[in-house]
């Protein structure tokens, strides 16, 4: 499967803390994606980094990209409980790069 | 971005029958895409639709299973023929913005096949 990973596979923080998820992947890419799911619905795009970028920021997420270790992460500063929800990153290959592969996802809940 | 919408937004159905799922968008785009997501699973994408051509299927999809029509550049439809338990999914088509390669997602479609 060309499927990527994702960690943690759940995640369980406190209001005001920072969420940091980890995404790896396995083939090259033209840009990475970041998505938020709410309960099932429809998914909202947060952000996406071009494989030439290190590093992008939007709000309280900021994203990071290393195409040699083939891994991003997206870090949400001062978590709010709204900020529950699931969350993918998606791959576009090089090759073919209007697909996206998307990764197993992390679910985030954040507590009041 | 985009705005995207499906119909229907849930069915349920029985087994054997086959439901159409449409999507719409509010401008016109090359290609459009559908996805499958399985209860508790990630997304997988079922096949490519460009207007005016046969839709690319990904593994693990046939036409014969997942017809896909791509009348204009605004409308596409997903049939799931023959529904078996196994195809209860949320299916989501997807579009991406001109030049940006962002891809924005409609709402889903909810099916639950008894």
Sequence with gaps: ?112 | SAVISQKPSRDICQRGTSLTIQCQVDSQVTMMFWYRQQPGQSLTLIATANQGSEATYESGFVIDKFPISRPNLTFSTLTVSNMSPEDSSIYLCSVERASSYEQYFGPGTRLTVT
């Design chain 1, 1 to 112: 499967s060309q499927q990527g990973e994702e960690d943690p596979q759940a995640l369980s923080i406190q209001e005001g803390e920072n969420a940091t998820m980890n995404c790896s992947y396995k083939t090259s890419i033209n840009n990475l994606q970041w998505y938020r799911q709410n309960s099932g619905r429809g998914l909202v795009h947060l952000i996406l980094i071009r494989s030439n970028e290190r590093e992008k920021h939007s709000g309280r997420l900021r994203v990071t990209l290393d195409t040699s270790k083939k891994s991003s992460s997206l870090l949400i500063t001062a978590s709010r409980a709204a900020d529950t929800a699931s969350y993918f990153c998606a791959t576009s290959p090089s090759v073919g790069f209007q697909k996206l592969v998307f990764g197993t996802g992390t679910r985030l809940l954040v507590s009041p």
